[in-house]
């Protein structure tokens, strides 16, 4: 009988000891962290008015640009199959104080994909709008603001749901101060084509830091949803998206204040492509009442691809209320834009644009318009 019960005890000391042992060795590394990320380098001209609001009074034609991100991620696979893992983008430089661009951790699985932490919104990341080429002059998030700048008075939108305005990198809008709030958001799987998603952003004045926000000060606790479908029927691409966003009053404003009113955010984008072109265009519906930003944008734009080449031309209009009680601030970007890949993860890139900014009340103090062009390299690894 104590030769059995010493026997199992050296058995469960042998048993404890193997497992202590991969339990360390986990805790070495559980998770291989891989680098990747982009680098662009871009040189370009763009004619701006002199002497307008917020602008330098004599703006240099020639400008060089650059866009830099370190992404650093990892991800394990349990036993039970679900994926768990990170995603940490470093900016390769300061962007008005924001050193790191998004931080999150996701879990994947039969169930869907749920993210939690400083990301985008759903109705953000499953938009489809006018097609891009290339990887920087977009329609929405364009460089064209970079070099044609947006005078401090003008308030312009994009077709994305986004917490920034654009162009000339934008303002907070005032329902939200950015798009990578610290939030939770969940994407079913999709099925026959169609994926839905969720997200809820406790406090709308966080990124990438924590605390509370002031519930008499700022909006809090926004709901965002959204709805795509992309599907190929014999050769054609159909995308499609809709999304939404409220974000609700704060309840001690003022009367006159903007955050004394609930704002609605609408987004809705279509796709459609063959034998190498897309066609596809978006729109944007933002319901701030007394806000600034209270307007729409809308986009619609077409690209053709073929082999390492894509070229595409595209137009990008808003209308919004502006700060003044009278008229609407006005916003209108041609774009023309090519990239050519050179090589696994290198393309050369290049663009021609034109941008008005029109103000609200006409003041030539207040609105800027030129016109440029710029051409790059965007590096991918």
Excluded: C
């Excluded at 036993?79 to 931080?103: C, K, P, W, Y």
């Excluded at 990124?207 to 992309?230: K, L």
């Excluded at 644009?353 to 062009?373: C, Q, R, V």
């Amino acid at each position: 009988m104590y030769k059995l019960l010493a026997t199992s005890a050296l058995v469960a000391a042998g048993l404890w000891a193997t497992a202590d042992a991969a339990m360390a060795q986990a805790k070495v590394a559980p998770i291989s962290v891989v680098v990747g990320g982009f680098h662009q380098q871009v040189f370009g001209f763009a004619t701006n008015k002199k002497n307008v609001t917020g602008l330098p009074a004599t703006p240099n034609s020639m400008m060089q640009y650059q866009d830099p991100e370190l992404w650093f991620g990892g991800r394990t696979t349990l036993a039970n199959g679900i994926a768990v893992g990170f995603d940490v983008q470093l900016r390769g430089h300061t962007d008005g104080g924001d050193q790191i661009d998004e931080s999150y951790m996701f879990v994947d699985g039969a169930f869907g994909r749920v993210v939690i932490g400083s990301e985008n919104t759903v109705d953000y990341i499953m938009h489809y709008g006018a097609p891009g080429v290339g990887v920087s002059f977009g329609t929405n998030e364009s460089q064209v603001g970079t070099f044609i700048l947006r005078p401090t008075n003008v308030t312009v939108l994009n077709t994305t749901a986004s917490g920034r305005t654009s162009g000339g990198g934008g303002t907070a809008l005032t329902h939200g101060t950015g798009n990578d709030q610290q939030r939770l958001s969940y994407f079913t799987p999709r099925f026959a084509g169609f994926q839905v998603g969720l997200s809820f952003t406790p406090n709308l004045d966080r990124e990438d830091s924590n605390g509370y926000t002031d519930r008499n000060a700022q909006r809090a606790n926004a709901v965002h949803g959204s709805i795509n479908y992309t599907n190929n029927f014999s050769g054609v691409q159909l995308n499609g998206s809709l999304g939404a966003s409220q974000y609700g009053k704060v309840s001690s404003a003022a009367a006159t204040s903007p955050l004394s009113k609930g704002v609605t955010d609408l987004s809705a984008g279509l796709q459609v492509g063959a034998a190498g072109f897309m066609v596809g265009g978006g729109y944007r519906k933002l319901s701030a009442d007394l806000g600034a930003e209270n307007g729409s944008a809308m986009s619609i734009g077409v690209s053709y691809t073929t082999g390492p080449l894509s070229v595409g031309a595209s137009y990008l209009s808003s209308e919004v209320d502006g700060a003044a009680a009278a008229g609407k601030d006005k916003y209108g970007q041609i774009l023309f834009a090519a990239a050519y890949s050179i090589g696994p993860g290198v393309d050369l890139i290049g663009a021609l644009f034109h941008a008005k900014y029109d103000d609200e009340g006409n003041a030539t103090a207040n609105e800027n318009s030129g016109t440029g062009g710029a051409i790059g390299l965007h590096l991918r690894f």
